[in-house]
C-alpha cells in the first residue's frame, strides 16, 4: 500500500499507482528472480513521477525458461475499476533474440486496439508508451544486474480483465478484449483531472482518425438523454466532456476537427455565457448573475432582478423570465454570448454550435451554426456506416 496522499476539496485522500507501475514491477520481479534463480518477495520501482514503490511480489511461478508473477493494483482513494486486480507478467528467455533485445506483449485480460487514432497501432495489445518505457526499463536493469545479454520477452496479463473492461471507456474507443496498461506518471491520483482530460482527448483522436471531422459533445448523462429523445441515431458518435468544455474544444482544435456541436443543459450551458469554461460548481457558479444580468438588459425590474439571484436552481428562475414574458429574448442573448465564448475559445478555427436545454422545458434554442452542424454529423455518420 502507498502512503502517500494529497489534499482534494479539503479532504485528504491516498495515491494509488497505475497498472503501468504494476505490470513494470511485477516484470521487474519475474526478470529478476527467473535470472538469479531465487524467490523475489518484493521489488522497488521509481515511477516517471519520482515516488519510489516498494510492491509485494505475489503468485510467483517457474517453468523451463520462464517465471511468472504477480503484483496488485491499488487505486489509492480514487474510484477505480481496476483496484485489486493482480497484473501479471511471464517473462522467458527468447529463442530468436539479438542481445539485449526485449519484447513486450499483452496477453489474458489485456485490450487490442481495433481502431486508429488510439496511442498504439491497430492490433497491438493496449499497453501504452510510458508504461512499455517503464517495463522495459525494468527488464534492462534486472539484465544489468546479472550480466544477461540474452533478449527476454514478457507478456502482460490481468485475469478478470476483459469483464471488468466492460465498465470503462474501453469498448467505446475501440479497445476489445481486457483493460489498456496506463499511465503516464505511474501514480494514481484520486479523482483526476488529467485523467479525464486524456480519456476525453483520446476519444477525440480516436473519431478523428476513424473519419469524424465534426464532434459532438456533451457534458453528461443529461446531454445524451436529450439527444436520446431528439437524435438517437446520433448517440454513438457524442463524446462525454463532463465539466471539461474548454479542454475538449482545445483538443478539438489542435488535433484538426472541423467543427463541434455542444449540447449541453442550461444549468451548466448558461456559465459559458460568461466565458466559465469549466463548468464545475467549485471552479465557477455564477448561474443566477449571468441569468439576472440578462434579465436586466430585457428590462426586468429591480424586484425581478432579486427574485433572481434568490434563485436556487436555473429551472426557477427560467419560470420567472417566463411568466414576465422575458425568456426568450434572454435566452436569444445567452446563446449571443455562449457562441462569442466559444467561438473565441477555438480562435475561431472550427465551426461551433450550441443547442441547450431544460430537463422541465426540453429545447431552449441554438446558435446560428447549430443546425447545420447538426446535419453535418447526421450526414457524416450516415457515410461512415456507409464505409464500416
Known sequence: ??????????????????????????????????????????????????????????DQKRGPG????????????????????????????????EESQISIEGGEGVGRVTKKGLEQPVGTAAINRVPR???????EEACAQYGESRGLQVVISIPGGEKVAQKTFNPR????GGLSVLGTSGIVEPMSEEALIASIRAEIRMQLANGRAYLLLVPGNYGTEFLGEARRELLEEAIKCSNFVGEALDVAVTEGAKGVLLVGHIGKFVKLAAGIM?????NADGRMEILTAHGA????????????????????????????GLLCPVMEGLL??????????????IETGIITFSRERGFLGQTRQAKKLLGRLEAQKKECGQQS
Open 1 to 58: 500500500m502507498l502512503d502517500a496522499y494529497v489534499t482534494k476539496n479539503n479532504k485528504k485522500l491516498r495515491l494509488g499507482y497505475t497498472t503501468g507501475s504494476c505490470a513494470a514491477g511485477a516484470a521487474k520481479a519475474a526478470a529478476l528472480c527467473l535470472l538469479s534463480g531465487q524467490v523475489v518477495p518484493c521489488v522497488e520501482l521509481l515511477t516517471p513521477k519520482g515516488i519510489l514503490l516498494r510492491l509485494e511480489v505475489l
Open 66 to 97: 520462464w517465471v511468472s508473477c504477480a503484483i496488485e493494483k491499488d487505486g489509492g482513494d480514487d474510484p477505480d475499476a481496476t483496484h485489486g486486480l493482480r497484473i501479471y507478467a511471464k517473462v522467458s528467455f527468447m529463442e530468436n533474440w
Open 133 to 139: 518505457e517503464m517495463i522495459a526499463k525494468a527488464l
Open 173 to 176: 474507443l475501440g479497445i476489445v
Open 278 to 282: 469549466n463548468t464545475h460548481s467549485r
Open 297 to 324: 438588459l430585457q428590462g426586468a425590474d429591480r424586484e425581478l432582478c432579486r427574485r433572481l439571484m434568490d434563485c436556487v436552481t436555473t429551472d426557477e428562475a427560467l419560470d420567472l423570465l417566463e411568466a414576465a
Open 336 to 349: 449571443e454570448r455562449m457562441e462569442y465564448y466559444v467561438n473565441h475559445r477555438c480562435y475561431g478555427e
